[in-house]
């Protein structure tokens, strides 16, 4: 019985797949797998554009496994390596560079190399006329482009024009977080809060200008967005004033170079700004629709329709965002756990400022649901007084 | 009382405000998801083997997103199996790409936060973070599944006798509508925690080549990319079991008559 459904269900994917498969889609498709191959080519023909020189190994001699144990009982292996690689870019180019290689179990900053991996090398020197070096990381381009070409190919053939506007929208928002990046660091870090809100304002203009063009719509969403990211963070900001930042810890930060809170605060307003979009977006396109079907709705009407959709949207993306800052924490809360950590230390120093940024990314997203659906009402209701 | 519990509290307070039962129900799924993530962390430190609390982990955490988030089972449940079958691919594409990129532990820019850690622990840092990557893209995968699936319940109802392959085209039709701002999100959720990464790499002059292979920087794109992968891996296969699900229903009514 099942087996039937599913041929059926093949079936009409098929069905489907050949319909949806028009001439442009082939090509497309036949496109991207073209250029697909042409840019793992080149990224796995790149090395003479490094700096730096890249060694590929050739031949790998692993020693014995020595065992350790550190005073919180936590026992490994280390492991001598000796590879010997050949150069690939350099004056030296062609010759075998011995290369010293110590790795563990666990992997944690070190890791094993095997026969054909290619890696940068450091502290390159000769003596007696032989090379060696000490390795400085795995060449990864290649899974760059590897992964973000399969990614791109699926967009573009499964959601077509929308998955090109998407893709769009990602490029854009990309440059211009390197350009205000660029300028946070020319200042010196001072108007952080200034550069990054002033982006976040120019994010959601061009992101929503590409996702539903110069409309009502746009300016309905828009309006929300701002209102909603506004106040969360205002709150957010507030709550943290009053209760003296307690259980905060900012020095936990990872990779600061400037004053973390106000970096901690873009930082927030950043991530939450894409949910806080969506959800926004969503609940506008349902009054719009109920406009359209009904265009003597009231406006309380829509008001309660706007926040019944807004209600079963917010959980689920307030867990996106939870879960995305979160995880970033597991590592690091591990290692903490594992050094004889208490849970609340490891919390503390670990977690705390992703649950902050979670729970005002939060908060943000609920706002907005009100927010939202009055802007829409109001819009919608002055248009059908005319 | 300590920050964040001053903000969860306000978070509680206009979670309820706003949704009402649904609201508080909201703001619950969000405190069980935490205990079952840190109840992860727990668990790999006690050896448990990482694969293994990863699809445990993996598959509590959807079906309290999901079950919790809706009411209207029709929805949810299809929304489950959609996204446990993506939650299977995406493991193995993950175990795949972590194995290729070995951007397991920490990087040469942790060395600061590390100082005085024991970090050689006997747990292989690459499976825990294969643990971690599938983690960050589960909440995208519920949210996408759940809008496809709820989108699909309401075309059945109102059109009962549409044929599998209207459906299914109508499935990838809700998916062009929503791809463009999901994405947006998952976006904006990455680039927010990569803003003092990339201040430190344009502060240090890193270069394109160095950039593209840093431990850390290749980490956190593989999580980007492979939580667009599971949006719009959700979005057929979302279609494909609703597909499947509604004849089976169907298949039910019959034979009983």
Sequence with gaps: ?386 | MSSITALGLVLLCVMVLVGGKQGWRSFLSLLLNFGFLFFAIVLIELHVPPMFVTITTGVIILAITIFMGEDDLRTTVTAFYSSLIVLALLIFLIVFISHWAMVQGFGAEDSDDLEGMSILIGISYLKVSVTAIVISTLGAIAEAAMAISAGLTEILETHPQISNSRLIEGGMGIGRQIIGTTLNTLFFGFFGGFLSLFIWFAGLHYSFGMIFNNKIFVAELIEILISFLGVLLTVPITSLVMVRRRNLLVDKSTETK
């Design chain 1, 1 to 386: 019985m099942n087996s039937k459904i599913w041929s059926d269900c093949i079936k009409e994917v098929k069905s489907v797949s050949i319909l949806q498969l028009s001439r442009p889609k082939k090509y497309l498709l036949v496109g991207m797998i073209i250029f697909g191959v042409l840019a793992l080519i080149f990224v796995t023909h790149n090395q003479s554009l490094y700096q730096r020189p890249i060694a590929q190994v050739v031949s790998v001699s692993n020693g014995q496994a020595q065992r350790t144990e550190d005073e919180f009982k936590n026992v490994d292996h280390q492991t001598e390596q000796v590879l010997s690689t050949r150069l690939m870019n350099g004056k030296d180019r062609g010759k075998k560079v011995t290369v010293q290689n110590t790795y563990s179990d666990s992997q944690p900053l070190d890791q094993q190399y095997r026969v054909g991996n290619q890696l940068f090398l450091s502290q390159l020197k000769e003596k007696d006329g032989k090379l060696s070096a000490n390795p400085a990381g795995l060449k990864r381009d290649t899974v760059v482009v590897f992964l973000s070409w399969l990614v791109i190919m699926i967009l573009l053939v499964t959601m077509g024009r929308a998955g090109g506007f998407a893709l769009i929208s990602v490029v854009i928002n990309t440059i211009l977080f390197l350009l205000a990046v660029s300028i946070d660091l020319h200042n010196q870090g001072s108007h952080v809060l200034l550069i990054f809100s002033t982006l976040a304002l120019i994010f959601t203009i061009v992101s929503l200008l590409l996702v539903l063009g110069p409309t009502k719509k746009m300016l309905a969403t828009l309006g929300a967005t701002v209102a909603g990211t506004t106040v969360a963070i205002l709150i957010g900001v507030l709550v943290l004033q009053l209760t003296n930042n307690r259980g905060v810890y900012y020095e936990s930060m990872q990779y600061v170079t400037q004053v973390p809170r106000p970096l901690f605060i873009a930082e927030i307003l950043l991530g939450s700004l894409g949910a806080v979009m969506d959800e926004s977006s969503d609940i506008v396109a349902t009054l719009f629709e109920l406009k359209r079907i009904d265009p003597q709705v009231s406006r309380l009407q829509l008001f309660m329709s706007g926040r019944s959709v807004g209600k079963s949207i917010m959980g689920p993306l307030v867990n996106v965002l939870f879960l995305i800052f979160m995880a970033d924490t597991f590592t690091s809360s591990l290692l903490y756990l594992k050094n004889g950590n208490s849970w609340g230390y490891t919390f503390n120093m670990n977690m705390s400022l992703g649950m902050v940024q979670s729970l005002i990314s939060g908060i943000g997203i609920v706002l907005a649901v009100p927010v939202v659906s009055l802007l829409g009402a109001l819009l919608l209701g002055r248009r059908s007084n005319k």
